[in-house]
């Protein structure tokens, strides 16, 4: 079982597992299920605001760059791939900061609408954490949400 | 992120004391012994110190307090739901096995143990080092290990790829707690103090 930390990014061919844990930031996960490969993003913000950080941490770098890394590296077929999205919580209501959980959310979503890659399933928002567990070879995702019930998507 | 091994070195001499300070008041309040050592302090890689986090998914409650002031810093006290329940007996000085069930006391003696550390901390720093911290009021949080701290560094993580990080090592005599307290002081601020009390770049 592989874990992915905040602002990571793994991608691996079946048979393996990726894992994560979401707050306020959102999992994407991609899948190619023809040839069995997937990927984990762990994206923390949703838009770079640095010149010298890390692509991956972000959404409007790191989703070009996974579906880049899903296709040229991995050999994923650009047109097999599907997506699920999961977290996005809105952890504290009194941190000051902006909903950073919606505003990942709503950025994830516009930039895989323009990629023209399909959501089948997500599970965001809510106040509590995520726990999801990614299975490269059936593109399940066995998703958790802290004091709640485990549901397959 | 850039600093110096000397300057670590005297952020670490900063962290003993101010921790030992915070140690000795905890085990007063708890009237058993509480013992809180630094372990390390380091700058740590975003994604590499979470992705270890991550891989504790046992469920925590946990106490997160800013400082407000000249410095600012956070500091974030976890512990698993069933070490919760220990806690609050020896808050309520009663015998450990107690309490039940998590419920307004547990949180209650999690977050008096969060103002406790932080208040302590606090003063070390301001009477020590002449630093201006004010904690603001605690927050308590039910979640994952890696969710909780994964919120510890949020900000820092914002603007930076790494983190300062200051980890130390939480027992509670006579108890089998096993306990996360994690300090992240906000570096540029932290900077101006180290140059107030003369530790050069």
Do not use: W
Not at chain 2, 14 to 19: A, P, Q, V
Not at chain 2, 126 to 137: C, M
Not at chain 2, 153 to 182: A, H, P, R, W
């Amino acid at each position: 079982m592989i874990t992915v930390g905040v602002g990571d990014l793994k991608i691996t061919q079946a048979p393996s597992i990726l894992k994560t844990l979401l707050g306020s930031c959102i999992g994407v996960v991609l899948h190619d299920p023809v040839k069995r490969i997937g990927g984990l993003l762990h994206i923390m913000l949703p838009k770079k605001n640095g010149t010298d950080l890390k692509i991956t941490k972000y959404a409007n770098t790191g989703l070009p760059y996974f579906i880049y890394q899903m296709v040229t590296h991995a050999g994923a077929t650009r047109g097999a791939l599907y997506a699920k999205i999961f977290g996005g919580a809105k952890m504290f209501e009194t941190n000051g900061l902006l909903n950073i959980g919606e505003s990942n959310e709503l950025e994830v979503r516009r930039i895989l609408k323009d990629e023209g890659i399909r959501i089948v399933a997500s599970r965001t928002g809510g106040t509590k954490g995520y726990n999801i567990v990614f299975d490269t070879g059936t593109g399940d995702v066995t998703c958790r949400i802290f004091g709640e019930a485990t549901v397959i998507y | 992120m850039n600093i110096t091994q000397d300057r670590l070195k005297i952020l670490e001499i900063m962290s003993r004391l101010s921790i030992d300070r915070a140690s000795r008041a905890l085990s007063k309040s708890l009237r058993t012994g509480a013992r809180i050592s630094l372990s390390k302090v380091f700058v740590a890689d975003l994604s590499e110190t979470t992705e270890k986090m991550n891989e504790d998914q046992r469920e925590m409650i946990s106490v997160m307090v800013d400082f407000k002031g000249n410095e600012g810093c956070r500091l974030l006290f976890m512990l698993p739901l069933e070490g919760s329940l220990i806690l609050t007996d020896l808050f309520l000085r009663q015998r450990i096995g107690t309490s039940k069930e998590c419920d307004v006391f547990t949180e209650s003696a999690v977050q008096e143990l969060g103002n406790i550390l932080a208040s302590h901390i606090s003063n070390a720093l301001v009477s020590d080092f002449n630093a201006k911290l004010i904690p603001q009021p605690p927050r308590v949080h039910n979640d994952y290990a890696g969710v909780i701290f994964s919120n510890l560094v949020l900000e820092q993580g914002m603007v930076n790829d790494s983190i300062l990080l200051i980890e130390t090592i939480f027992e509670i005599s006579g108890s089998k707690l096993e306990c996360y307290l994690f300090l992240v002081p906000e570096m540029k601020s932290f900077a101006k103090l180290l140059d107030s009390i003369g530790v050069g770049t």
